[in-house]
């Protein structure tokens, strides 16, 4: 059971990875802040979240991924 959720941690950082380093750049132009830890907290990895810098664009931001089939929340 341990190798099963280590491998599965293991999908899951490699997954947030991936979103944070393809949406880095459009972020930082859209004024999305992105998720950081501090040092020494290792989180779950299980969900990717970004921090809107009006309720305008956070709505604008779900609806473009709703179009997209895309289920977020905030």
């Known amino acids: 059971?341990?190798?099963k959720?280590?491998?599965?941690?293991?999908?899951r950082q490699a997954v947030?990875?991936?979103y944070d380093t393809e949406l880095s750049v459009w972020a930082a132009r859209a004024?999305?802040?992105?998720?950081t830890f501090?040092?020494?907290?290792?989180?779950?990895?299980?969900?990717?979240?970004m921090l809107a810098p009006s309720l305008d664009?956070?709505?604008?931001?779900l609806a473009h991924l709703k179009?997209?089939?895309i289920h977020a929340t905030f």
């Open 31 to 35: 004024g999305f802040t992105r998720m």
């Open 67 to 69: 179009a997209a089939g």
């Open 38 to 49: 501090p040092a020494g907290v290792t989180p779950p990895w299980h969900m990717y979240w």
């Open 1 to 3: 059971e341990h190798d």
């Open 5 to 11: 959720g280590t491998a599965i941690q293991a999908q």
């Open 57 to 61: 664009a956070r709505t604008r931001f």
């Open 16 to 18: 947030w990875a991936a």
